[in-house]
């Protein structure tokens, strides 16, 4: 379960992801203790699929922004970036099932 500041801390994240990179970001999976067992005081774990592959550049940039982004929000996301073809390959690895089976996509 996502609380309420959590669901819009992530919801502004995809504006303001999509408003600096061209509408990117297809979906935003928050998973990990902070949604399976709502412990706030903790990071943030977050899966970007985007809808276009994206190279080590641009990801860096889209990471820089997340980190200051978690800096104005005092929370620290632990974010990894996907292109919604790799995700589809790749989603048996267990972070990302997990992310799937139960996280909340946003």
Known sequence: MIN????????????LLNTKFNNIVETIFCYGSRITKN????????????????????????????????IE??????????SADKFSKYNYIPYLNNAIFQGIAL
């Open 4 to 15: 309420k500041k959590d669901k819009e801390l992530i919801i502004d994240l995809k504006i």
């Open 39 to 70: 412990i706030i005081n903790t990071d943030f774990d977050i899966l970007i699929i985007t809808k276009e592959e994206v190279d080590w550049q641009l990801e860096e940039k889209m990471q820089s922004e997340i980190i200051r982004y978690g």
């Open 73 to 82: 929000h005092d929370i620290v996301f632990d974010g990894h970036i996907y």
